[in-house]
């Protein structure tokens, strides 16, 4: 009789691990909330902003933020914003790089060049200025291609 109990008990806990299994596998994983700039770039449509990677319009604004925060000197205030555009672009990058993966990625090497020299032990404002300034001509370079 104990041996019947034993086998009875081991397979209603292997039943119910089966079946919690199941459920886990069967729902649907939640989703990172978007930004606003993410989710603009992902939207199908026609591009408002004349890229083939769409609407850069939301990224290029925080792009021209940081770079006003650069000139005023305020290197941390401009990481932090910064913070900002990496975000919201690496959310949106499944959406946006499949359209045009050459001028994605021309467009994420400059925003890295910003973001590392932001990011830099002591950063300097002229370098940061540069790197701001090469990532807005990258956008309005991008903005002429079509």
């Known amino acids: 009789m104990h041996s019947v109990k034993s086998v009875i008990r081991s397979a ?26 993410a989710e603009a770039a992902v939207q199908q449509g026609t591009p408002t902003s004349g890229t083939k990677l769409g609407d850069l319009s939301g990224f290029r604004n925080i792009a021209v933020d940081v770079a006003g925060i650069v000139d005023k000197n305020d290197l941390p205030a401009a990481k932090k914003r910064i913070k900002d555009l990496e975000l919201s672009w690496d959310e949106a990058e499944a959406g946006i790089k499949p359209r045009a993966a050459s001028d994605w990625h021309l467009l994420d090497k400059a925003i890295d060049r910003a973001l590392a020299a932001l990011r830099a032990s ?24 079509q």
């Open 122 to 145: 002591t950063p300097n404002q002229a370098e940061c200025k540069t790197a701001m300034d090469d990532l807005l001509k990258t956008f309005d370079t991008l903005q002429g291609k």
């Open 12 to 37: 209603a806990i292997i039943s119910a691990i089966a079946l919690l299994s199941l459920a886990t596998a069967c729902s649907k994983p939640a989703e990172k909330p978007k930004t606003a700039a």
